[in-house]
């Protein structure tokens, strides 16, 4: 593997998630965080994080995801999105819902690198988004997020 196909290297997984958006410059995330500071991290290292945070979610839960796949984007420049959900929430599946393609989680390696000062912020902030975005999967919208911290 060459090192450009290392660094566009994704963590696959059945799974099913919904679109969410976290502000790199609220506090909760990272509270440390520095807009202008960005940890220096490889591609491979951050891969390993979301796949830990994807590991650490409760098997029952694993099970219930389907049709998803998780995968890490290095190169989009940093913003204020740190995941991105495309596809369609269990809750919204119907009997028409068959033979399509897997539906797309990324997660944005430099949003989030960019808003934390440590690999143990950076670590947090991964692990909120992996659960963020796994709880649109299953229908819970941002509101309900907020009330619940994961927003």
């Known amino acids: 593997?060459?090192?450009d196909d290392?660094?566009?290297a994704t963590?696959?997984?059945h799974a099913h998630l919904a679109q969410g958006r976290i502000d790199p410059r609220r506090r909760e995330h990272c509270p440390g965080a520095m807009i202008d500071a960005m940890?220096?991290?490889?591609?491979?290292?951050f891969e390993e994080l979301v796949a830990s945070a994807l590991d650490s979610l409760?098997?029952?839960l694993g099970r219930a995801m389907e049709n998803v796949s998780v995968g890490v984007d290095p190169f989009?420049?940093?913003g204020r999105l740190f995941g991105l959900y495309e596809g369609v929430p269990l809750t919204h599946r119907g009997i028409g819902y068959s033979a399509v393609m897997p539906d797309r989680i990324t997660i944005f390696m430099r949003s989030i690198c960019a808003s934390c000062r440590s690999e143990e912020e950076v670590t947090v902030a991964v692990r909120k988004t992996v659960i963020h975005e796994i709880a649109h999967h299953f229908g819970i919208n941002d509101t309900r997020l907020t009330e619940l911290g994961w927003a």
């Open 39 to 45: 940890v220096a991290m490889t591609s491979e290292r």
């Open 76 to 78: 989009a420049p940093a």
């Open 1 to 3: 593997m060459t090192g």
């Open 6 to 8: 290392a660094d566009r």
């Open 11 to 13: 963590v696959g997984v």
């Open 58 to 60: 409760p098997e029952s």
